[in-house]
């Protein structure tokens, strides 16, 4: 039931830079609601990455960028590191749906 | 600071029942949300519904019909109830903080989850 689209995997070597696409639509991202990304290793709860588009919380490397233009959001990843390999998820609000909705997910492998 | 309790293993047509305690922090707030998503094995995130201290609900339109979520803040915690689950309800359970102004509110922070299986 996503309505978020990202690509379903990603790669990078080590020390590249790498980004993700979330496209969504006129009734989520392209209504003004802002993105938020999250990073999710295997077995572990999702973690937030990113609030209100490009806003960093506490604690995560300036190496993680946001951006957001028209329908679409994107994650940039810079200077890749190992321990960046993990799904990463979008999120937004959607006024059709009247409630949040993620992305698809995103496998981000470091070569 | 968020914490999940309830059954792993539901029978089919029962009803799921879980429950998220909050500590350090409290659910008498009028500053956040509290959520409820979850994710099947090996897919995404679906969010399930959001209550706030006022008792009022919002919940996915998928699952509507079947969802309930309560809050107690006295005993600082929030609970959810899905009636009639099928196997194809199987998936780790997270609850989590609704953080954020209207437009841009984010789930922060999250329950480490619990795997509820739906299996005879």
């Known amino acids: 039931q996503s309505v978020l689209t990202q690509p379903p995997s990603v790669s990078g070597a080590p020390g590249q830079r790498v980004t993700i696409s979330c496209t969504g639509s006129?009734?989520?991202?392209?209504?003004?609601?802002?993105v938020q990304w999250y990073v999710q290793l295997p077995g572990t709860a999702p973690k937030p990455l990113m609030h209100?588009?490009?806003n960093r919380p506490s604690g995560v490397p300036d190496r993680f960028s946001g951006s957001k233009s028209g329908t679409s959001a994107s994650l940039a990843i810079s200077g890749l590191q190992a321990e960046d390999e993990a799904d990463y998820y979008c999120?937004?609000?959607?006024?059709?749906?009247?409630?949040?909705?993620f992305g698809t997910g995103t496998r981000l492998t470091v070569l | 600071q968020l914490q999940e309790s309830g059954p792993g293993l539901v029978k089919p047509s029962e009803t799921l029942s879980l429950t998220c305690t909050v500590s350090a922090d409290s659910t008498r707030t009028s500053s956040y949300y509290w959520a409820w998503v979850r994710q099947p094995p090996g897919k995404g995130l679906e969010w399930i519904g959001s209550i706030y201290y006022t008792g009022n609900t919002y919940y996915n339109p998928s699952l509507s019909s079947r969802v309930t979520i309560s809050i107690d803040t006295f005993e600082n915690h929030f609970s959810l109830y899905l009636t009639s689950v099928t196997a194809a309800d199987t998936a780790v359970y997270y609850c989590a903080r609704l953080v954020g102004t209207t437009s841009r509110r984010s789930f922060d922070p999250w329950g480490q989850g619990i795997l509820v299986t739906v299996s005879s």
């Open positions: 006129s009734s989520n991202i392209g209504a003004g609601y802002d």
């Open positions: 999120q937004s609000y959607d006024a059709t749906l009247s409630g949040y909705v």
């Open positions: 209100g588009n490009t």
